[in-house]
Each structure stands twice: as C-alpha cells, then as structure tokens.
C-alpha cells in the first residue's frame, strides 16, 4: 500500500515533505480574499518558471492533456490546419486529440529515439506561401523515449519560413527541470502539469499563453467551455475562479515555485543534468543502450534504456515491483517491451538516484541478464564524486 521507496517513474514524481504539508489545507472559501493570496502569488511564479515576461498563465483542474486541449480549442477553429511530428507516444497522442478535434493535421513521422525533425519543418512552412497551417506542435521531451528536441530550432524555421503560424510547446516532463524559455524561444502556449516538475500530485493543467496566442483565441471557433480561457480570464480579474478551484494543490504550486526559483533554475536544471549524467554512465558500464539515438538527444529527465533483443524490458518493471517495492517506466506504444524507463526528474539526488540504477542492477541480475553488480552502481558513483560541485539538492 505504502513505500518510502523513492518512484523511478517519469511522473507523477517524488513529492517533498513540505509540498506534500502545503497541498493538505483545511478547507477554504475559495470566494474569499485569502484565495487570491494563494492564487496570483502561484500564476506569477509559474510565469518566471518559464522565463516569460509576456504570458498570461492559466490553470486548470486537470492534467497535462487538458493543458493540450486548452492551447488547441482556444487558438483554432474546425478544419485548421496544425503541423506535427511523431516521434513517440506523447507527440502521438497530441495529434490524436487534434484529429479528433476536426483539425487537419499535417503529420511528419520520424522514427522513436529521433528528435522533431526542425529542418522538414522548415521544408513544410516555407512550401505553405498562403500560410494554411496556424499553429505547429512540438513535443519538447518526449517522455516515452527519453528525446529531448530544439525548440529554439524550430523557432529559426518559423522565422526563417516567414511563417505567422503559433507555436505550441509541451513541456509537461520539461518545464521546472529542463532548461525552457518562453519568451527567447517565441513559444505562444506552453503546456504542463503539477505532477512532474512541480513535485506535486496530479490534478492541474498550467498553460502560458502569448499575445499572439491571447489575440488568436477572439478568432477561435472551436467548441470550449471548461478550458475557455476567457471564462477563467474573467475569474481571475475578480479574484477567483469561473467554478471551484483545487485550493490546496495551487497553494502546492505556490510554494513548488518559490523552491525552484530560491533553488535558481539554472541549478535545477544543472542538478536534472547531473543526475541524468550518472544514470547514462550506468547504463553504459551495464553495456545497454538508451533509445535516444545520439547524445545530444538525452533527456535530463527520463532515461528509455533498450534491453537485449528477444528480451520482455516489460518484465524488469514487474519484477521491480513486486520483488524491490519500486517503480520503473515501462515502454510505451512502438517501444513496448523493448525499453524500460527510469525516471529522473522533481525531487531527486545524486543518492537518490544510486538506489535507483542498484534496483535496477538487482532486477536485471535476478531476471538473467548480463550484468554485474555494482558495475552502473560504480560509474554513477564516479561520476557524481567528479561532478558534485554543489551542496544544494532536491528541496526539503
Ligand atoms: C505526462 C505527459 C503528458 C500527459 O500529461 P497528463 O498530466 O498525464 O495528462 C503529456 N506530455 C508529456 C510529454 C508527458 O510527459
């Protein structure tokens, strides 16, 4: 029922004691003045955590998939037209929910472990001279694979094309842990979710709308009620929400906000690389592989690591849970049964993440695999001795 395991999962992540404390609040009248204490200290704190000066930030009671759904039925209308590319489960399943919104979707496939493929949407939006598409989707992390892609790149085939279509950037396993610049990237709706990044459990959508992205939603004809950004607009102008708030998980966001940015981003994301850095050096002493198909594609927030050939990498995450108490990914769509994942983001450190890779040792050990104990133990163990250079670490 119960572990003090740490989870190795992508999300929902490890939550710190003092997040866990501020989300379990006696009940509040969200009418009150006392929300709006809680309230616009959490929007302008998320609004620094994506490095913006311009956004308006929204959320939601809901997840990450419904930050998609507000960025698309806010900004589009039925038939427009949307460039995507699919490079795993997540950027997937965001067009998914553009087809099934009536968009039409232009859909650049590309294999899983690659990054978004910048330069075929350079070929795309500068072939589209009477600008059709409105709006082009980026996977900033795709979380099934382990890939991180270049939305700046994207940004420099956006100008470059001349192109005025929006761009949406996921960044729910991104935001709060990787490097993400809202305004210096021009991105017009950042999507994420509470539970990775922020460190606290499921239940908001936060999205950060542009300008370009704000102006866009007056033309919008697509169906939207519950993420209809001008209702919530409205409630926030007057202090509250358009319908009942999830009180406690915003005071949660509040406080995750100001220990990420008293931690300082920068050494958030230096830590998320650290600890990502020693993951990489056990897979690689275990002689394994990960799925991101070069180096500069690793994410600093969730590792795909490829088991043998012929070889269930689903059973590694049933074995760990029933024999060790602890979770791994598994993988997800194409890559089912041939990647397990280990998750690396939110309150995590250097230690926390050796009795993950010795799990990990022990489960493929135990199940017949090729490898030693000890060995990624070892090569983490050297790495994080060389390259802890700080004492601060996951919050709390
Ligand atoms: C987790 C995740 C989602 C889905 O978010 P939910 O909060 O589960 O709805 C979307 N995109 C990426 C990249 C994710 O990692």
Same mark, same amino acid.
């Given at each position: 029922?119960?572990?003090?395991?740490?989870?190795?999962?992508?999300?929902?992540?490890?939550?710190?004691?003092?997040?866990?404390?501020?989300?379990?609040?006696?009940?509040?009248? =969200?009418?009150?003045?006392?929300?709006?204490?809680?309230?616009?200290?959490?929007?302008?704190?998320?609004?620094?955590?994506?490095?913006?000066?311009?956004?308006?930030?929204?959320?939601?009671?809901?997840?990450?998939?419904?930050? &998609?759904?507000?960025?698309?039925?806010?900004? @589009?209308?039925?038939?427009?037209?949307?460039?995507?590319?699919?490079?795993?489960?997540?950027? =997937?399943? &965001?067009?998914?929910?553009?087809?099934?919104?009536?968009?039409?979707?232009?859909?650049?496939?590309?294999? &899983?472990?690659?990054?978004?493929?910048?330069?075929?949407?350079?070929?795309?939006?500068?072939?589209?001279?009477?600008?059709?598409?409105?709006?082009? /989707?980026?996977?900033?992390?795709?979380?099934?694979?382990?890939?991180?892609?270049?939305?700046?790149?994207?940004?420099?085939?956006?100008?470059?094309?001349?192109?005025?279509?929006?761009?949406?950037?996921?960044?729910?396993?991104?935001?709060?842990?990787?490097?993400?610049?809202?305004?210096?990237?021009?991105?017009?709706?950042?999507?994420?979710?509470?539970?990775?990044?922020?460190?606290?459990?499921?239940?908001?959508?936060?999205?950060?709308?542009?300008?370009?992205?704000?102006?866009?939603?007056?033309?919008?004809?697509?169906?939207?009620?519950?993420?209809?950004?001008?209702?919530?607009?409205?409630?926030?102008?007057?202090?509250?929400?358009?319908?009942?708030?999830?009180?406690? /998980?915003?005071?949660?966001?509040?406080?995750?906000?100001? @220990?990420?940015?008293?931690?300082?981003?920068?050494?958030?994301?230096?830590?998320?690389?650290?600890?990502?850095?020693?993951?990489?050096?056990?897979?690689?002493? &275990?002689?394994?592989?990960?799925?991101?198909?070069?180096?500069?594609?690793?994410?600093?927030?969730?590792?795909?690591?490829?088991?043998?050939?012929?070889?269930?990498?689903?059973?590694?995450?049933?074995?760990?849970?029933?024999?060790?108490?602890?979770?791994?990914?598994?993988?997800?769509?194409?890559?089912?049964?041939?990647?397990?994942?280990?998750?690396?983001?939110?309150?995590?450190?250097?230690?926390?993440?050796?009795?993950?890779?010795?799990?990990?040792?022990?489960?493929?050990?135990?199940?017949?695999?090729?490898?030693?104990?000890?060995?990624?133990?070892?090569?983490?163990?050297?790495?994080?001795?060389?390259?802890?250079?700080?004492?601060?670490?996951?919050?709390?």
């Amino acid at each position: 029922m119960y572990s003090q395991n740490p989870v190795f999962i992508p999300g929902p992540t490890n939550m710190p004691e003092i997040l866990r404390k501020a989300v379990d609040m006696p009940t509040l009248d =969200h009418r009150s003045p006392l929300f709006g204490q809680i309230l616009h200290p959490a929007l302008a704190g998320v609004k620094k955590v994506l490095k913006s000066e311009n956004a308006e930030i929204f959320i939601f009671p809901s997840t990450g998939t419904g930050g &998609w759904e507000t960025a698309i039925s806010n900004t @589009l209308s039925p038939g427009s037209q949307v460039l995507a590319a699919r490079y795993g489960m997540f950027s =997937h399943r &965001w067009i998914d929910m553009c087809e099934r919104h009536g968009l039409e979707v232009e859909i650049i496939e590309a294999p &899983w472990g690659s990054g978004l493929p910048a330069d075929r949407y350079e070929e795309v939006l500068t072939a589209d001279k009477s600008h059709r598409i409105r709006a082009v /989707l980026v996977t900033h992390n795709e979380t099934a694979t382990g890939v991180k892609s270049d939305v700046a790149a994207v940004r420099r085939a956006l100008d470059a094309a001349q192109h005025p279509a929006l761009l949406f950037v996921d960044g729910v396993s991104s935001i709060g842990s990787m490097d993400f610049r809202m305004d210096e990237w021009g991105i017009d709706v950042a999507v994420t979710g509470s539970q990775k990044g922020f460190m606290l459990p499921a239940g908001l959508a936060i999205v950060g709308f542009s300008p370009k992205a704000m102006a866009a939603t007056a033309k919008a004809t697509l169906p939207r009620t519950f993420f209809d950004i001008r209702d919530m607009a409205g409630g926030y102008a007057n202090g509250g929400y358009p319908y009942t708030p999830a009180v406690g /998980l915003l005071n949660g966001l509040k406080l995750s906000t100001e @220990l990420l940015l008293s931690e300082g981003l920068e050494s958030v994301f230096a830590r998320h690389h650290r600890i990502a850095s020693g993951i990489r050096a056990a897979v690689k002493a &275990w002689g394994l592989r990960l799925c991101a198909h070069s180096e500069n594609l690793c994410s600093d927030t969730v590792s795909a690591i490829c088991t043998p050939e012929g070889f269930n990498a689903t059973e590694i995450v049933a074995h760990a849970a029933r024999k060790y108490d602890v979770a791994f990914g598994v993988g997800l769509g194409e890559v089912a049964g041939r990647v397990f994942r280990i998750g690396h983001l939110g309150s995590l450190t250097d230690v926390m993440a050796l009795s993950g890779i010795a799990t990990a040792e022990m489960v493929m050990a135990d199940l017949g695999l090729d490898v030693r104990l000890g060995s990624g133990v070892a090569a983490a163990q050297n790495y994080y001795r060389g390259a802890t250079t700080s004492k601060i670490q996951a919050a709390a």
